[in-house]
């Protein structure tokens, strides 16, 4: 399943975040955990170098112990970027390590850059996520309440993989994904979603409603058949906006989709639903680069 992980930390407030969830990533044995500093940057050469790199090195050494405690093989990574013209950019290094390490997904978190628009997907979270080939789980936090504060909670303790939101437009690929989800152990339960976005008349878009329905139907036997229970909702409009709807409804704690598609699951470009919603969404998204587009 995902035995080998990539974790890639730039020791923001998200990154312990991402150490406390991914021991939650079912089969996972290894670990490398990678740290990219561009040093072509001026104000980014200090870390390269002196006090600066040693405290990386001690930061890094105490995430490798506490995952280790938890019976897992852990190697570290600090990759400074001293020439772009012959390493590449911070993106670049960690698709490179990922292939050269054959890992078998990338977990890296979403960074906000806008004080209006809490939660972007950051430059190095996108490029990764376009150009990867191996599946890319990016993590998104939801804000803890203050009743949920005072009563202790511990956002750590909740099953990655218990409640996964699979979007599908029935094209081979959102198969080929769903197929892949229903390999994943430890799952409770499975929301379907389609969403119907073409229609000229009630009558036409009705009939896509029913549809979709009976497709959601088949699919939902081959979950109900591992013991899985299962949701279904055909929801009319823009795909992303009733995708993040239901997800939000049916309080999921993953969404799962593929990177391509032939319908709304365009091939992973801007504009793309599978992109808008790992930028839109609070939760984390499981990206799959299972399939082709066809």
């Not at 035995?3 to 079912?26: C, H, M």
């Not at 309440?145 to 699979?166: C, G, H, M, N, W």
């Not at 993040?244 to 989709?257: G, K, N, R, T």
Request: hydrophobic residues 40%; aromatic residues 6%.
């Amino acid at each position: 399943m995902f035995e080998k992980v990539l974790v890639a930390l730039d020791f923001s407030p998200y990154s312990q975040k991402i150490l406390d969830r991914i021991t939650r990533v079912p089969g996972m044995q290894e670990v490398i955990l990678l740290h990219v500093v561009d040093a072509t940057r001026p104000s980014s050469r200090e870390w390269t170098c002196g006090q600066h790199l040693e405290n990386v090195k001690i930061i890094m050494a105490e995430k490798k112990i506490s995952l280790e405690h938890l019976g897992l093989k852990v190697h570290t990574r600090i990759e400074p970027i001293v020439n772009q013209i012959t390493q590449g950019t911070i993106p670049h290094v960690i698709l490179e390590i990922a292939e050269t390490e054959n890992v078998s997904l990338i977990i890296m978190g979403a960074r906000g850059i806008n004080p209006i628009q809490e939660i972007l997907l950051g430059s190095v979270s996108s490029f990764v996520l376009r150009h990867a080939k191996r599946h890319v789980l990016i993590m998104h936090f939801t804000p803890v309440s203050a009743d949920q504060k005072r009563a202790t909670y511990d956002p750590s303790s909740e099953e990655l993989f218990s409640k996964i939101l699979v979007p599908t437009d029935f094209s081979r690929p959102a198969r080929t994904a769903a197929a892949f989800v229903k390999t994943i152990p430890g799952i409770k339960r499975i929301v379907l979603v389609h969403v119907v976005n073409r229609g000229d008349s009630h009558q036409e878009i009705d009939t896509y409603v029913k549809e979709a329905q009976s497709l959601l139907e088949d699919t939902k036997k081959e979950f109900t058949d591992i013991g899985v229970d299962v949701l279904l909702h055909v929801r009319v409009g823009d795909p992303t906006d009733m995708i993040l709807s239901v997800a939000e409804e049916e309080d999921v704690s993953l969404i799962a989709m593929s990177a391509f598609g032939t319908g709304w699951f365009r091939e992973l470009l801007l504009g793309s639903t599978t992109l808008s919603i790992v930028r839109r969404t609070r939760r984390p998204v499981l990206v799959l680069k299972t399939g082709q587009n066809t």
